[in-house]
């Protein structure tokens, strides 16, 4: 039996509600949120704990869920959390694979990123959605 992935995603935003952003150092060299694939035998919420950690250098909370992505395409689950910063440290690129990581205002996003990221954080905003469950496809790039 195959293991199904599974993703998990931090949304951090600072006091002038900015949200974090990694730039890959693969891939498109897009902007994402940070986070990454569970490894075995881990959660979701520890996933997106690690993963921040490793992208950012940043230790975080778990807060609420915002939203749970299905992509058909790879049979994946993406978890996307509230995040917030333990203590008051800038963030960090680990120069492995990410290159930088910095605040951005929410009406004004990097590119490259995708429609699936810009959906991500639009839905976190959204406090008062109960809709947590979505389907996505194939991304669409605004470069």
Request: hydrophobic share 35%; with cysteine.
């Amino acid at each position: 039996m195959s293991k199904k992935p599974v993703g998990a995603a931090a949304v951090i935003m600072d006091s002038e509600e900015r949200i974090l952003l990694v730039k890959h150092n693969y891939g498109k060299y897009n902007w994402e949120l940070p986070g990454g694939l569970s490894e075995q035998n881990e959660s979701a919420e520890n996933t997106v704990k690690r993963e921040v950690l490793e992208e950012t250098g940043l230790e975080v909370t778990v807060g609420r869920l915002t939203g749970v992505y299905y992509e058909p395409a790879y049979d994946m689950h993406h978890f996307v959390f509230a995040c917030k910063v333990v203590d008051n440290h800038q963030p960090q690129p680990d120069a492995e694979e990410v290159t930088e990581c910095k605040f951005f205002n929410v009406d004004d996003l990097p590119s490259p990123i995708s429609d699936f990221t810009i959906s991500r954080i639009k839905d976190a905003s959204n406090t008062d959605s109960d809709h947590l469950f979505h389907t996505i496809g194939p991304r669409q790039w605004f470069e």
